[in-house]
């Protein structure tokens, strides 16, 4: 079949080869780092410079984050880090998720359903505790001085960009609750581009981390003001929420595509949608459909439907719920239920598939185990994605998230710390896998990603790390990305300025109510040809403007014979990618 290039002009931008790429993957041999803002970025290589490591490197991009990036993330939310450890070969995933508070029952929430804003949306911010976790085992700087550039911009304050003036503009919790609008919108009036938001409380609160470490945030003073202030505004979050929690170590989970090792982050994250898609898209000959064709897409959201039809039947949190993960992710399951994918039609009403069947080990009934059913709209993202490589080999990939934009759009009193409002991925219907219980953790759609040639711990070459914000499409948005690079070996930058794809699917969207219409969305760069090949393949397809698509990945790639570190940054946001 004829190879199809995803855009009317493939290879004359400016730094297209196989596909177009208007801004150059950055190049270096000693570091390289990928974050959604240039300050964020920037913090990162200042450590490294100073003869830090990837994980004090993200510990600097991690706070500064918070700082200059607080529509997606920051120490009041939650996320997974995974890091390699070259000398080692280790590769393991440290969980920051917290739990829903003990006093969040699901009858508290009946019959008016689950607020998107305000104090009674918030869950236990679990990143700070993985954040020092991850630096206790790793780290080589102290932890003051990796925290430094995050206080600094703090102090000095940060312009704000066009798209977070947009945010500030659209989010009424942040323009009018007293707190939040004390920063983003002073004398009620929202910031414009360009003007400066100062945050010195919050440089109070990461001074006190810097020299207290994490008991200060979970039971210390800063516990006790984010509990003052919860109280106060009638919310659920407890003295003993914070101090139950702890972030945890765990074993990534892994697939191989087309002879490399996919690594992603195991329940309570959806990685393991990534990699069943990556199982199921294998069995399909991509590079002779062509990047970009009809039939290279459809193919992968086939395998985006019955991959999202398993999760909403088996993903909870396995403290609770014994998820199936050996089954679903074994390629013996992706042959059977790659059987129902047809090349030329679009399926609807898919179901979930009986990965029991193909796992050795039988379902624990001390634990709930029970299928899915729900009804289920898409919400801008509060999640942000970096990376980092060090001169070492090490590496750092990266989610830490508040949920929707500025989370809750509630800042914890005079502590500075911006809220989440994760208590909106819970599902309150009696019956489905995932409902709200109180004390334990909700479902993830964030997966940090890492590529080798081979298992890590068998010496196999780190050669991409990656990953993007954006709530169910993250695992969308990495297929897209590993199948360019590996089918058809596109470089970094082509990769994340590619035109994307987002399939919505019923029934099956992490956030509360969880419903959407069906469509297959995707950037107006795409020729017409192939819009009109899926349309007649079944598809309701539905354009998002030239680069309109969701997440803002970044990647960097680690190439096999000069060990350059090329690294790039999805143009869709703020995000920057530096290269030393």
């Known amino acids: 079949m004829k190879n199809h290039s995803n855009t009317h002009h493939a290879g004359q931008s400016p730094h297209g080869r196989r596909s177009d790429s208007y801004i150059p993957p950055r190049m270096g041999l000693n570091g390289a780092v990928v974050a959604n803002h240039p300050l964020a970025a920037l913090a990162g290589m200042t450590i490294l410079q100073r003869g830090g490591n990837a994980v004090d490197a993200a510990i600097a991009i991690g ?84 925290i430094e550039p995050a206080i600094a911009l703090c102090e000095s304050g940060v312009p704000i960009s066009h798209r977070q003036a947009d945010a500030i503009a659209h989010d009424e919790t942040v323009k009018t609750f007293p707190t939040s609008a004390a920063v983003w919108a002073p004398g009620g009036t929202p910031l414009k581009a360009g003007e400066i938001a100062r945050q010195p409380n919050l440089a109070k609160s990461y001074r006190a981390i810097a020299e207290g470490g994490r008991d200060v945030f979970y039971k210390g003073a800063l516990a006790r003001a984010i509990v003052r202030f919860s109280e106060e505004q009638g919310g659920l979050l407890s003295a003993t929420d914070l101090a139950r929690h702890k972030a945890t170590w765990m074993k990534p989970i892994s697939t191989r595509y087309r002879g490399h090792t996919v690594y992603e982050a195991p329940p309570n994250s959806s990685g393991h949608v990534l990699l069943q898609e990556l199982n199921l898209v294998e069995l399909f000959d991509m ?44 390629k013996e399951y992706a042959k059977e239920r790659a059987k129902s994918i047809s090349v030329e039609r ?163 969207l992490s956030t509360y109510p969880h419903t959407t219409h069906e469509a297959l969305q995707i950037e107006s760069r795409i020729e017409q040809a192939a819009l009109d090949q899926l349309r007649k393949k079944g598809h309701t397809v539905e354009s998002t403007g030239p680069w309109g698509g969701a997440g803002s990945a970044g990647m960097i790639q680690v190439l096999k014979d000069s060990a350059a570190l090329v690294a790039a940054a999805d143009p869709r946001r703020d995000g920057l990618a530096l290269a030393w």
């Open 63 to 146: 706070f500064a984050l918070g700082v200059v990036e607080p529509t997606g993330s920051g120490i009041g939310g939650d996320g997974f880090l995974m890091v390699y450890k070259k000398e080692t070969g280790v590769v393991e995933v440290a969980n920051g998720t917290g739990a829903a508070p003990l006093a969040a029952t699901r009858d508290r929430f009946l019959p008016d359903g689950i607020p998107m804003k305000g104090i009674l949306s918030v869950s236990v911010p679990g990143i700070l505790d993985a954040l020092l976790m991850a630096h206790d085992k790793y780290g080589r700087l102290k932890l003051s001085e990796c």
């Open 287 to 330: 590079k002779s459909f062509g990047f970009g064709s009809a039939d290279a897409i459809h193919v992968m959201v086939e395998a985006k439907k019955l991959a999202f039809a398993d999760r909403e039947a088996y993903l909870a949190d396995p403290d609770a719920v014994d998820v199936p993960i050996e089954g679903l992710i074994s």
């Open 346 to 508: 679009a399926a609807t009403g898919v179901k979930e598939g009986d990965p029991w069947s193909f796992q050795k080990q039988a379902p624990d009934r001390r634990k709930r185990f029970r299928r899915a059913w729900q009804k289920v709209t898409e919400r801008t993202s509060g999640t942000t994605h970096f990376c980092v490589v060090d001169r070492w080999g090490n590496a750092v990939s990266e989610l830490q998230s508040l949920q929707t934009g500025f989370g809750s759009g509630l800042i914890a009193g005079d502590t500075g710390i911006l809220l989440n409002n994760r208590m909106t991925y819970w599902h309150l219907e009696d019956g489905h896998i995932d409902v709200l219980r109180p004390g334990q953790k909700v479902r993830h759609t964030m997966n940090p990603v890492m590529v080798f040639s081979g298992a890590a711990e068998r010496s196999g070459r780190l050669e991409l790390v990656c990953g993007t914000p954006g709530g169910d499409t993250q695992v969308q948005t990495n297929l897209q990305m590993i199948t360019a690079a590996f089918d058809y070996g596109l470089n970094p930058s082509e990769i994340v300025e590619a035109n994307r794809w987002t399939h919505l699917q019923n029934a099956m």
